[in-house]
Structures are given as structure tokens and as C-alpha cells.
């Protein structure tokens, strides 16, 4: 299948003691003509990965020529330099002393691990085991750690394949085959799509940014587009280099793991919506407020609050006028937005807020009754939405009712019943960001229509957005990702 893992090694004999399959081909044959053919990603096992040799050339290749490549020649490059530095990794000391302490036949200050695909035989560090990996994405890595005060990575290098023994065997068989089953399916239950889509969510959220019908619907219209998607969450992080292209579906942050996957996939090639520099670039309300001022896209009237004693509030009063706005640079869904109705109250809510962030924004108050959602693929406005305030609220999501987040009304119709000057604001504002999927919180004023937030995950729910659309807007944006992936 052209599009299923290859294998790639420095001599064929090496693969006897594994299941057979025509997924495999030697370093000469890829470096010369038959790899430049292969569209899906590599898996090089090539003996040594040191700098001009062979296997470094395979991965290199494979950069040059579009395919992802476990491992990757970033990751070769850390292997070789792990003398001048090291990847961070956490509770190393904490994983090792426990595992030290449960098996008394292990050396106290020395361990030696092997881990192939992020799996070892230890159970007590399969999860040390799983970190390594995502931190040096290597098939098959040993790892020597010590302690002297403090645990330490001693060694790491790639194991060869030929230099495992029956044991060790198993475990890369078994490790293989659970990270890329493809490589061993002779006949596939399915049909076989020609790309693989990582949709990124979280079951558990609160506040999806997609319902389980949405997501289901994504499903169903990749599929349309030759595309295989499938529903990981956090835990899968080490099974990223699976696919082809990932869509995060999950409230995105700067510290968070949905910025850490977006980052993976661009680093390996892969097609990402979000991108992580529109992560960046929305996520923070204070880069959002700079960004439009510069480029002169009519906002509220801001200004920026940074944590001191010398905050002249009485000042701020009298520029905003009551009641005014505060918000924290990266609250979503009205979260860490408060309004402040006196002096006397805006230092109270500043006081809270700046317990948060020790910079915050202030904004002139606009109230409306709703809020334009326009939704942005590609430089193209492909939904709108109407937001109502929550009832008896001044925002969209009440958060405060009896602890339950209560939310308004909404309304959903087609961008030609949008005013133009509204569809034009969001565009001139998603331009600044790039050409993922963005959704335009705007507010119609007077002085005419301004830029509230620009989302970088906007929320794509069964029902609300896709009511004018239906299952037509999960197509645009499959179809989007198609287009993408063959770019």
C-alpha cells in the first residue's frame, strides 16, 4: 500500500525473525530510486544514524522528499549531541527511585533500558519508557540512566535491530505493531483511505469545542475526501507520527497539550489546524491587541494594565467611562472577563484578575444583544452565527448561575446575509493570523463593526453552527484538509 509505513534497513536478512511483508527495502534501494515513489511515512532502522552515514541520509531523504520519518533527523541530531545537551524530561528521579526500590536485583545508581516505540519490559517505567520515546522519537533506543544525587541520562543511542536478543524480539514486535498496525495487516477489514487524520479532543471538557455528533460528522465527511479520521485525546501523544495530519478539536492554550501536538506536527511535517503559531497569536488577548492596533483593524478601545502599586484607577475611570471591561490575556468562552461598574469596583476585580496574569486588558463597554461569529477557512468566510447574550447576562456565557455555565440563544445563517462590512472586518482580521480555521467574535457599533476576539478554535457544535450549512460545512473543511494534504 503506497501509503502505509516503510521499513527501511541496512540489510533485508535482519527482518527474518518478523512477520513478512513487502513494506520493507533496504538503505540503498531508498536513497537511490524506489524510496523517492513511497508517499506514506518511514521507519528507519538502519544500524547507525551517525551524522553522513547511511541511515542519517534516509531520514534526511526523507525530509527532502515530503515523508515523515521515525526518527526524524532532528531527533538524530539530539542522539548525537546528548553530551552537550539534553531534552527536558519530568519525574525522571521520581520513576527510577520507585522502580529501584521495588526490585532489589537492580543496580541502585545504575539503570539500563530498552525501549522500542516507546514500550520497555519493565512495567514500572513503561511510562518513563513512553516519555523517552516522545522526547527522541528513535524505534528502538537504550537508554542508560544514572545517579549521582540526582538520576541523569548517562547514554542513548539506537539499538540495531540484529543486536536484540529472542526477548527483545517479542518486544519490538509487539511494540511495532501496536504503534503501526499497517505494516502487518494482509488484508484490511476497511477500506483503505488515502490519508490518516488525528482529530485531537477531550471527552471529558466541559465546554467542547465540538459535540460527539459534530465529531462524528467529521467523521463521516473525511472519509468522503479519501480521508481516515480518527478520535485521539492527550494520551496519545506518542502515537502522533501515525498520521498524516491533525485537527485539534479541544480548547487550545500556550501551556497545554494541544499547543505541545500542534507543535509535533508541524516539526514532523504534518498538515495542523490549528497551526501553532495561530495557537500563539489568538490565545493571547494582549499579542491579539498589539497585533490589531498595528495593523489599524477597529477594536474596542483598549489599554493595557500591568501590576503595580501605582495604578492610577480614578485615571482609567475617566478615559473608559463606567462601566468598563477587564480581561486576562487567555481566558476563553467568557472565562476571566468581569466587568467593572465604579472605581471602587474596578480595583476590586483588578485585584482578583491580577492574581491570574500580571498583565490585563481594558476594554471600553459595548453592550449588544449579540455577538457575529464569522467562521474563516483559508481566507474564506464559510458560516455565521448570531450569539445572544445570556438571559438577564451582558455575556454570551453565564458562568455564575448556580455554577452551571448557562449560555444564550444563537442563530445560524449563510454569509450572504451577513452585512459586508462585518464579513470584510473578520477577513482583514484572519489575514493577520494565517489561513487556518478561525472564528470572528464582532460587535456592530456605531462607529461600525469591531473585532472582539479572534479564536483559533472556534466552536463547531451539531446544530448551531451547521444549522444553515448542515453537513455540507464538515465537507469545506474535510475538504480543506484534502487539499492540504496533497499541497
Known sequence: MQNAPLVILDNLADWQPYHPSQAII???????????KHRGPIINLCNDLSYLSSGYYVSLLAQARGQRSLPPVSAINDLANLSRYQLFLKDLSKQLNKYVSANQSVQPDHVVLLICFGRCQEPELQQLAREVFETYPCPILEVEFKREGRWFISALRNRPLS?????????FGDALEGFSKKVWRKSRARKGYRYDLAILHDPNEKIPTSDKKALQKFIRAAKEH???????????????????????????????HTYHFAKKAEANGMVVIDHPDAILRCANKVFLNELLVKNKVPQPQSELLVSSESID???????????????????SFSIGVEKARSEE?????????????SILLVQEWLPTDFDWRIGVLNNRAIYACKYFMARNHWQIYNHAEGGRNKSGSYE???????????????????????????????KETARGPVIIEINDNPSIESDVEDLYLGDELYRIIMSDFERRLEA
Open 412 to 442: 445560524c445563517m449563510g454569509v450572504h446575509q451577513v452585512p459586508k462590512d462585518v464579513v470584510k472586518i473578520a477577513l482583514q482580521a484572519t489575514k493577520l493570523i494565517g489561513d487556518g480555521l478561525y472564528g470572528v467574535d464582532i
Open 26 to 36: 533496504s538503505a540503498t534501494d531508498y536513497i537511490t530510486e524506489s524510496g523517492s
Open 345 to 357: 469596583e474596578l480595583r476590586k476585580v483588578a485585584a482578583k484578575l491580577f492574581e491570574t496574569s
Open 163 to 171: 543486536d536484540l536478543n529472542d526477548a527483545e524480539q517479542n518486544l
Open 226 to 256: 479519501d480521508i481516515e479520521a480518527e478520535l485521539i485525546t492527550q494520551e496519545d501523544f506518542g502515537r502522533l507520527l501515525e498520521f498524516d495530519a491533525l485537527f485539534i478539536r479541544e480548547t487550545t492554550r500556550i501551556n497545554h
Open 313 to 331: 484607577y480614578a485615571a482609567i475611570g475617566e478615559r473608559f467611562g463606567y462601566p468598563l471591561v477587564l480581561k486576562i490575556p487567555d481566558g
